[in-house]
């Protein structure tokens, strides 16, 4: 019965001690796929509206590392991770990163996105997904979600604001600007 106590012991601490390995490297994501296993990359051309600059094209961010907070302006999870995205864009902007938003379309109005930029002191540009093209293609169904997006248009999708996955955007920010 010592024999069998023992090892009951020695797999415990085996496994407390590989879940403390486990949870001290956080795992980088692979980029986003399609159904059959390509790699994606974000499409440009999605007609997207420009909230705080009407001329703005989604375009514009083409060929650069973007990130993209898809959100909702009346949902409380994205007022309360909005700040830590926007500093996050702002840490890395001198190194090279582009930040936009882009609200929900659907019932939600320009005025409600108006009225998120205005509490939140928004500084990055804001896009409205009124003909709801990029949500379909590239959400959850849920929000908030953060898309890091390569140069070549590839990226990575976080679909929960855990610390985890901040954990690991913020590694992924560290590759792209060392």
């Known amino acids: 019965m010592k024999f069998v106590g023992k090892i ?22 692979e980029q986003m796929k399609d159904s059959s296993g390509t790699v994606m990359k974000m499409d440009f ?15 514009h961010f083409s060929n650069k590392p973007l990130l993209i907070f898809y959100f909702s ?17 702002k840490e890395y902007e001198s190194k090279g990163l582009n930040g936009l938003a882009i609200s929900i379309g659907g019932g939600i109005k320009k005025n409600d996105v108006r009225l998120f930029i205005d509490q939140f002191n928004a500084s990055m540009p804001i896009f409205q997904d009124v003909n709801a093209k990029f949500g379909p293609r590239y959400g959850t169904g849920y929000v908030p979600v953060i898309f890091l997006v390569n140069k070549d248009g590839t990226f990575y999708r976080f679909s929960d ?12 920010l560290d590759k792209m600007f060392p």
């Open 161 to 172: 604001s855990s610390k985890k996955n901040f954990n690991q955007l913020k590694e992924l």
């Open 73 to 89: 302006p009346k949902c409380p999870h994205c007022q309360a991770n909005f700040p830590q995205v926007q500093s996050l864009i």
């Open 45 to 59: 051309t999605i007609p997207l509206a420009g909230i705080n600059d009407p001329g703005m094209l989604f375009s």
């Open 8 to 29: 009951v012991a020695f797999v415990a601490l085996f496994a407390i001690a590989t879940l403390a390995q486990v949870e001290s490297k956080p795992e980088v994501p």
